[in-house]
Each structure stands twice: as C-alpha cells, then as structure tokens.
Nanobody, 117 residues
Framework: EVQLVESGGGLVQPGGSLSLSCAASGFTFSTYVMTWVRQPPGKGLEWISDISIGGSSTFYADSVKGRFTISRDNVKKTVYLQMNSLKPEDTAVYYC??????????RGQGTQVTVSS
C-alpha cells in the first residue's frame, strides 16, 4: 500500500521556522518526483515545491522562494520541507504528494502549520 505520512507541523510565531517531514512507503521512492502543496483555510490547494528524483533540481513557488527549502533522502524514503521566516499567510495544511501532475497522484493526510502571534 502506498503511504505518505507528514509530520512536523505546529504553531509558530511570525518569523519562526518549522521543518516538515514526509515518510514514504509502499513504492520505489527514488523513482518519483516529490511535491509539497498546501491548502490555506477556506482556499484551494497551492503548489509549493518540487524536487527531482535525485534531489539535484528543486523548484519553488514565488510565494515561498528564498524562505523554504525542499530536500529528500532516498535511503530514508523521506522528503523534507524546511520553512524559515514564516508569515501568517503560510498558515495551511501541508501535504506531500507523489505524482502531483499525474492521474494516479497520491497525497498524505497532511500536517497543520499555523503562523500566529
């Protein structure tokens, strides 16, 4: 069974940092581009970042560029999202996704990130 399990969310003050993890199982992790997306309260899904299968190429939405860093460990079958300089508008449920642009994409259950003073 394909599974993606996110962790690391929580409540943080503006300007703070959080590190999210997504542990994968049930598929050959090292052969998939991995993606982070988020869903702010009352809004639709927003693409945040992609990382290539080897991790050498990364891509970011303008809204997070320079503040967020995506990485992966293919041995641990885990993708990470380091989030710095967090803003209230970063408040959302964060999901990792396998095959984001394919018909058979798989998404985890999500982890809540709340940025508030």
């Amino acid at each position: 069974e394909v599974q993606l399990v996110e962790s690391g969310g929580g409540l943080v003050q503006p300007g703070g940092s959080l590190s999210l993890s997504c542990a994968a199982s049930g598929f050959t992790f090292s052969t998939y581009v991995m993606t982070w997306v988020r869903q702010p309260p009352g809004k639709g899904l927003e693409w945040i970042s992609d990382i290539s299968i080897g991790g050498s190429s990364t891509f970011y939405a303008d809204s997070v560029k320079g503040r967020f860093t995506i990485s992966r460990d293919n041995v641990k079958k885990t993708v990470y999202l380091q989030m710095n300089s967090l803003k209230p508008e970063d408040t959302a449920v964060y999901y990792c996704v396998r095959g984001y642009r394919s018909r058979n994409s798989v998404r985890g259950q999500g982890t809540q990130v709340t940025v508030s003073s």
